[in-house]
């Protein structure tokens, strides 16, 4: 697929991402000027940053399809990076998944998002979907768990989403915050949003029993987005959906299957993403190979609304086992730090 053949670095700089709204589909207003009559589905297009109710129907339309007869297809692929102390950033593996999204208008206004997501590590010199991978810091192999969320559901109303619970183990107080998003104008008839959001709440792979997956007792994660659109699209009364470039990335303790413990560092995820408007037909083909070798549903959205909505990390408590420990086990080491030049001893 051609919008797919960007590559990571032009893809992810700023000037690129301005650059490759080119590659959204050049005809997507223009088709849906030319379908007879409005959308069923009634939606505030007059841009205004100030009001909850535009924000809320502008992006339920960038995040899905507010019409609920289609589902919206998402593509991301990036890289993900380990960091540690007193050495160089380290590339693990690529990252490549997809989600399949739905909505249902609520009778409030508000919509209902439901999602099913999956996410594939590839090797990052073959470029083929691992399901082993050979741990540099520990020289252990072990086994790959991609990325397989069902569902990730919330609801966008014109006040503020809720911090996701993930199971219960995120509490929060429900606070009424008209929903304002970071929206800006950008150059050549394009528009920026810029989400994102920072956690820390009790993991759900506690060490006393997940003792080589476990990162610690608290589970910090932050994620942020760009997301690139064309003003025309945002204002056009036709589109139910927004097409859209974008950037992601996550910061997120070392992934489980890692078995690194609680070892100093992190996983840096740096992506890019898009809109996929031919559905199934335009992603990679061993992706949905390796999707359907799963399980069929993961090619489709989900059509009634349930849950709980988890994050991998809960998922992964709820489907795999510990990892033995073996005798004298320890979590690896980061380097010492490297002396730029000798030091003297005291006389």
């Given amino acids: 697929m051609d919008d797919q053949n960007f590559s990571r670095r032009e893809s992810m700089g700023f000037a690129a991402l301005m650059a ?8 997507a207003s223009a088709a849906a000027k030319k379908a007879k009559g409005k959308p069923k589905v009634d939606f505030i297009t007059k841009i205004d940053f100030k009001d909850p109710k535009w924000t809320r129907d502008t992006y339920a339309r960038l995040d899905a399809d507010i019409d ?3 589902e919206k297809c998402g593509w991301i692929k990036g890289k993900a990076y380990g960091v540690r102390p007193n050495e160089k950033v380290r590339t693990l593996f690529d990252v490549e998944g997809f989600s399949f999204v739905r ?11 439901m999602l099913r997501e999956v996410v594939f590590y590839r090797d990052p010199v073959t470029k083929q979907i691992m399901t082993e991978w050979d741990n540099p810091y520990t020289g252990e192999r072990v086994k790959v768990v991609p990325i397989a969320n069902d569902p990730f559901n919330f609801t966008i109303s014109e006040f503020q989403p809720e911090a996701p619970s993930y199971g219960g183990l995120q509490k929060s107080e429900p606070k009424k915050i008209p929903f304002l998003q970071d929206w800006e104008y950008g150059p050549n008839g394009t528009m920026l949003l810029h989400t994102g959001i920072d956690m820390q709440y009790p993991n759900a792979l506690q060490p006393d029993k997940w003792v080589r997956e476990s990162s610690g007792v608290m589970n910090r994660v932050s994620e942020h987005f760009i ?3 064309k003003q025309e699209d945002v204002e056009n009364p036709y589109l139910t959906h927004i097409p859209h470039i974008g950037a992601w990335s996550r ?6 299957w890692m078995l690194m413990g609680q070892a100093e560092g992190h996983v840096s995820y740096f992506t890019h993403f898009q809109t996929i408007p031919e559905g199934e037909k335009g992603l990679p083909a061993d992706l949905v190979a390796a999707a359907r070798a799963m399980d069929e549903k993961w090619l489709h959205a989900p059509t009634e609304d349930y849950g709980p909505s988890l994050s991998s990390l809960e998922n992964y408590a709820r489907e795999q086992k510990p990892a033995p420990v073996p005798a004298g086990w320890s979590p690896p080491k980061a380097p010492a730090p490297a002396m730029p030049f000798p030091v003297k001893k005291p006389e």
């Fill in 251 to 256: 910061i997120t303790p070392w992934l489980p």
């Fill in 227 to 229: 997301y690139v659109v």
């Fill in 68 to 70: 609920p007869t289609k």
């Fill in 103 to 113: 909505t249902k208008r609520l009778e409030d206004g508000s919509y209902r998002r």
């Fill in 20 to 27: 490759g709204m080119v590659a959204l589909p050049a005809t």
